[in-house]
């Protein structure tokens, strides 16, 4: 069961991760599992002095890419932009000869100081998650990438304080084991809005 | 005098044989110098009755240990101890001393000999119990952090029995040893400035030598050590420390206190001082020769013929004693909640008695208090439940830490909260940067330098710190390299850097060392001797301050900065390459034809990784940046024009 099909590659944007609630357990919990290769961007470039050839390397030696980051003014972490305009160059991840991405499943793992319901058209932030995230999602299309809509934690802020941290980490553990094993129906994945309330119907054979 | 010769080389090989040999076999110090003393005493009969003498001689070892222990305890520490001290202590000795009482009345032992055994085995080894705390890294646990309170508490008790005991003395004893009138003749017409002062005046002497101790080790102290330290003779510091302990000494004993009091309080007025680690070097080998001579003399002093006498009454007792003393300790262990596998070090590290037993139980014959006989057994007892320590401590990590292990399994890992010290060797332009940063961030340093007007102009502002030499490792044992996690050497000399770097990585292995390099050769030799991160002293301002001088000329902030990362990584890229040439080379001198033609390498890259941003689109530190080709995005379009139409198809 518990066989390593799939290499996922983790890559967490956290610039102050003494003050992390719920980023830094849950990049522990994936750490732990088999498979997954965690990598701390703010960690391993405090300067923003990105290695190319490093981080284009284990792009090429995982089958999936996830940024892990708390939404920051509805985008990623700055370094996370950074690593995308220095990583996916022209010739490598898009455009002529451009091929290293195509086909792994792309995914964003996120937090979000907002309420789930403030993620509407009808709340105060106006778009859907998914929406916001739409640069990335166009990101993936353009490199071939296969785009999986986000897992979020909503209300970040309060999720220790609620009790809501457990469920969170029980399904974002259940989700990377089932990546790892290959157990995830990408297609029937690809049509919802986020992954939160429906890892019992993309998940095989749990 | 050749007789002299003879006897103190006789006591030497002892000791270098024995001990090594003992700590080989995991039985610690103490336990080699009784064995070496029993080997050259009853067994071969090598010394004689001089033991008894050179005992008392010994004896100002743990005077001298008082004062270390003193030294280590600031006040401030003391004060924060003083729940544990005094609740943990105070109960072991209470307790201990009670129930070992009560059991020899049931024996039917007079009452004054019944206290004094139970105070006598209340004691616990400090010397072993701490030793092999440092050995096995335990000193930091919650079993170890409350033992050693207990034997800090012990330590000090040990003053007030010294004082107690006297009073216990039995007259018809007493009458005894008048009958040996010389010995009776040395011990009460010894020198004294309070024989005869009527009471009032005998607590005014007191008081005025107390105050003289704690008033002058405050204030007058550092003025003269300053003076010694600034004539740079290592012999005369050694010299002063040794006047100071042996005049606090000769001072109490003047008025009838316990020496041992006296330098004690003179270790703790002391412990703030910026000389107490050069003071604890000076002291320490001292210390530990004249206890190691002492536990020789206790070995040498054993009665064999007692102990095949009484073989199952002292193994009795010895067991006896020790099973009670652990349930003192476990019962106090659950009272004051200590846990798990601490619960189990508490106890069994502190079930013997220990080396101020001796001190008391010789104290107890001099003052008629227990008779010689019986003093001889409770000698044996005391020795034989050192002997068995070693066996406690091999229980304790063969049985017990592997049982809780298992439990707490499932556990993710701790976070680290407590970080260990960081040792700061030369605090001037650089060290202080360095110390600056580290306790802003609330990281504990103990900064040493050789330079006492340094030390002075730093205590100034209120940075902690202390002169001495730190190339020298009793100085660096002192300043607690043992528990240290790191050592950042930021000397201005390369040698004597080069020098310490060699031997703490070869002697410490676990602590990490940072050095700061004169320059690239310096670096070099850094590295081989073992350094974990080496920063060139000058290389980071030098390139800081040639980004300054690329702005001026009108390049841009952010590409300099670009230009600054591409230099540091191209620099450190080849600093690998260079290093190998630069080890590869046997011809002595260490820049040959070989090095120079690949550090000119090296700066021919640079140049060309700078240039190639001007000439080429995809420069090394501007990849990211660099756009695509022009017209790329006509091909996008027609592939996904291409793709929507398969898309239509499928």
Partial sequence: MSEIKKRILLLLAHPSQHRSEVNIPLFETAKAIEGVTAVDLYGEYPTFDIDIEQEQQRLVDHDIIIFQFPLYWYSTPAMLKEWQDLVLEYGFAYGTDGEQLKGKPFLCALTAGGKEEAYQAQGYNHFTIRQLLAPLEQTASLTGMHYLPPLALFGARTASEDDRMDAHRRKWRRLLKALVEDRVDLDMASGLGKLNHSLDQIILGD | ?650
């Fill in chain 2, 1 to 650: 005098m050749t007789g002299y010769f003879l006897q103190a080389f006789i006591y030497l090989v002892a000791a270098v044989i024995a001990v090594p040999l003992a700590k080989r076999f995991g039985l610690g110090s103490v336990l080699g110098y009784l064995i070496a003393g029993v080997v050259i005493g009853p067994v071969v009969g090598l010394v004689g009755d001089e033991t008894n003498v050179i005992q008392h001689f010994a004896e100002f070892g743990v005077v001298m240990m008082l004062f270390v222990v003193g030294l280590e305890l600031e006040p401030k520490m003391l004060w924060a101890m003083r729940h544990r001290l005094m609740g943990l202590g105070g109960l072991q000795v209470g307790l201990t001393t009670i129930a070992v009482m009560a059991i020899a009345l049931w024996f039917s032992i007079q009452w004054s000999i019944a206290l004094t055994i139970g105070l006598v085995f209340a004691l616990s080894s400090t010397a072993i119990v701490l030793q092999t705390f440092n050995e096995k890294g335990l000193g930091k646990t919650e079993g170890g952090r409350n033992a050693f309170s207990v034997l800090l508490f012990q330590d000090i008790a040990v003053i007030p029995m010294l004082a107690f005991i006297p009073l216990l003395a039995l007259p018809e004893l007493i009458d005894k040893a008048q009958l040996a009138v010389g010995e009776a003749a040395e011990h009460h017409e010894e020198i004294s400035l309070v024989a005869g002062l009527p009471g009032w005046a005998y607590g005014l002497v007191i008081t005025a030598a107390i105050a003289m101790v704690v008033v002058g080790g405050h204030y007058l102290s550092r003025p003269l050590f300053r003076f010694v330290a600034s004539s740079g003779l290592r012999e005369i510091f050694t010299a002063t420390a040794l006047m100071l302990v042996i005049g606090i000494a000769a001072l109490m004993s003047l008025v009838g206190l316990s020496p041992a009091l006296g330098t004690f309080l003179a270790g703790v007025v002391l412990a703030n001082s910026e000389f107490r680690h050069e003071l604890e070097s000076n002291i320490d080998p001292f210390k530990g020769l004249l206890l190691g001579l002492f536990f020789i003399t206790v070995g040498a002093g054993i009665d064999f013929g007692i102990l095949a006498q009484d073989l199952g009454l002292i193994l009795g007792l010895t067991l006896g004693l020790m099973l009670l003393k652990a349930l003192v300790l476990l019962l106090l262990a659950v009272v004051f909640k200590i846990r798990h596998s601490d619960k189990w070090l508490f106890a069994l590290s502190l079930a013997q008695a220990g080396e101020f037993g001796f001190v008391l139980l010789s104290f107890t014959v001099q003052n008629h208090v227990i008779p010689m006989e019986m003093a001889q057994v409770l000698s044996l007892v005391v020795a034989l439940s050192m002997f068995l320590t070693p066996g406690l401590f091999i229980l304790f990590d063969k049985v017990i830490v592997p049982r809780y292990r298992q439990g707490s399994h499932q556990r993710e890992a701790d976070v680290i909260d407590e970080q260990g010290t960081v040792i700061i060797a030369g605090v001037g332009r650089f060290g202080q940067i360095v110390n600056r940063m580290l306790t802003a961030n609330g990281v504990k340093t103990v900064v040493l330098d050789h330079q006492v007007s340094q030390v002075d102009i730093l205590r100034s502002i209120n940075v902690k710190s202390y002169f001495g030499d730190a190339t020298r490792p009793d100085l660096l044992h002192t300043a607690g390299i043992e528990e240290a996690s790191l050592l950042v050497v930021a000397m201005d000399n390369p040698e004597s850097t080069t020098e310490l770097v060699k031997y703490v990585k070869q002697t410490y292995p676990r602590v990490k060392v940072l050095a700061r390099a004169f320059d690239r050769g310096h670096a070099y030799i850094l590295h081989s001797a073992g350094a974990d991160h080496i920063q060139k002293e000058t290389f980071h301002s030098s390139i800081e301050l040639g980004v300054d001088a690329l702005k001026c000329l009108g390049f841009h902030p952010f590409q300099v900065e670009q230009q600054k990362n591409t230099f540091k990584r191209i620099e450190q890229r080849s600093s690998k390459i260079l290093y190998q040439a630069w080890c590869d080379d046997s011809s002595g001198e260490r820049f040959d034809n070989n090095y120079r033609k690949l550090f000119i390498e090296l700066e021919e890259t640079i140049k060309a990784a700078m240039l190639k941003d001007r000439s080429d689109k995809h420069a090394t530190s501007e990849r990211g940046w660099t756009p695509p080709p022009k017209g790329y995005d006509e091909v996008l379009d027609h592939d996904d024009a291409q793709r929507a139409d398969n898309d239509a198809n499928g």
